[in-house]
């Protein structure tokens, strides 16, 4: 779970996945220095729920704002070199419904897939009416672009809250992604199909971040609508 001030939001979101029945659950925050506190906030989130000598959670701090995919990479890394089985991906602003990750899992285990997508475009996802006209159109043209340009049949590539096999992540080589804003969704869940490891998505409903504001700028974006096409390039098929 990336953040970047994120105090506001951290606190709920983290009770909400600490409080889910998964044995082995470990919830790791990835702080990207903070300058609102998310980092220290953290640290004493750490202390409460490892209480009792149990390792529930745990923070890695990064020297500064890196983008959202470099810190994601950061974190799910960390997570291999601690033997995760599974490893989830989602945001701390509470738009991922943390209720849905026990049904990530168990649709992982019952289909086999590489990696499970918590979708807005399949039947039975949603986006939050608070999202203006505006945002759903960008969205959903963004990811039929990028659908088409990769020539996938995933539906939500852009989608930041998924379920990955950690054999999945390994085959890909995280340290050979380039992307370090949003992008980082789509050339993960890319890579991933064309090594060979099938995704399956569930609907999800996707909720307006409660506080604070997104952290989307003009270069992510620029990044977003380049990316597929780089991917495109250097993975054409012979």
Same mark, same amino acid.
């Given at each position: 779970?990336?953040?970047?001030?994120?105090?506001a939001n951290l606190p709920r979101v983290a009770e909400l996945v600490m409080s889910l029945p998964l044995q082995g659950l470990h $919830?790791?925050?990835? #702080? %990207?220095?903070?300058?609102?506190?998310?980092? !220290?906030?953290?640290?004493?989130?750490?202390?409460?729920?490892?209480?009792?000598?149990? /390792?529930?959670?745990?923070?890695?701090? !990064?020297?500064?704002?890196?983008?959202?995919?470099?810190?994601?990479?950061?974190?799910?890394?960390?997570?291999?070199?601690?033997?995760? *089985?599974?490893?989830? +991906?989602?945001?701390? #602003?509470?738009?991922?419904?943390?209720?849905?990750?026990? +049904?990530?899992?168990?649709?992982?285990?019952?289909?086999?897939?590489?990696?499970?997508?918590?979708?807005?475009?399949?039947?039975?996802?949603?986006?939050?009416?608070?999202?203006?006209?505006? /945002?759903?159109?960008?969205?959903?043209?963004?990811?039929?672009?990028?659908?088409? $340009?990769?020539?996938? !049949? @995933? /539906?939500?590539?852009?989608?930041?809250?998924?379920?990955? /096999?950690?054999?999945?992540?390994?085959? @890909?080589?995280?340290?050979?992604?380039?992307?370090?804003?949003?992008?980082?969704?789509?050339?993960l869940k890319f890579l991933a199909v064309r090594r060979g490891h099938n995704g399956v998505e569930i609907p999800i409903r996707f *909720?307006?971040?409660?506080?604070?504001?997104?952290?989307? %700028?003009?270069?992510? +974006?620029? *990044?977003?609508?380049?990316?597929?096409?780089?991917?495109?390039?250097?993975?054409?098929?012979?």
């Amino acid at each position: 779970m990336p953040t970047y001030n994120e105090a506001a939001n951290l606190p709920r979101v983290a009770e909400l996945v600490m409080s889910l029945p998964l044995q082995g659950l470990h $919830l790791k925050i990835v #702080d %990207d220095s903070s300058p609102d506190g998310t980092g !220290r906030l953290a640290e004493d989130l750490v202390a409460t729920y490892n209480s009792g000598g149990q /390792r529930r959670m745990s923070v890695l701090h !990064r020297a500064g704002k890196d983008g959202l995919g470099r810190a994601y990479a950061a974190g799910m890394s960390a997570a291999l070199d601690e033997g995760a *089985e599974f490893v989830v +991906q989602m945001d701390a #602003d509470g738009s991922h419904p943390a209720s849905v990750i026990p +049904q990530m899992l168990g649709t992982a285990l019952s289909t086999g897939a590489g990696f499970v997508v918590g979708s807005r475009y399949v039947d039975g996802g949603s986006l939050d009416e608070e999202w203006g006209k505006h /945002r759903r159109v960008l969205s959903r043209f963004a990811n039929r672009y990028a659908r088409t $340009l990769l020539d996938t !049949r @995933i /539906r939500d590539l852009t989608a930041g809250f998924n379920l990955w /096999r950690a054999r999945t992540l390994e085959d @890909i080589g995280l340290a050979t992604l380039n992307s370090a804003g949003y992008s980082f969704q789509v050339e993960l869940k890319f890579l991933a199909v064309r090594r060979g490891h099938n995704g399956v998505e569930i609907p999800i409903r996707f *909720e307006e971040r409660t506080e604070g504001v997104s952290k989307m %700028d003009m270069s992510t +974006q620029i *990044e977003s609508a380049l990316t597929p096409l780089r991917l495109r390039m250097r993975n054409r098929r012979p």
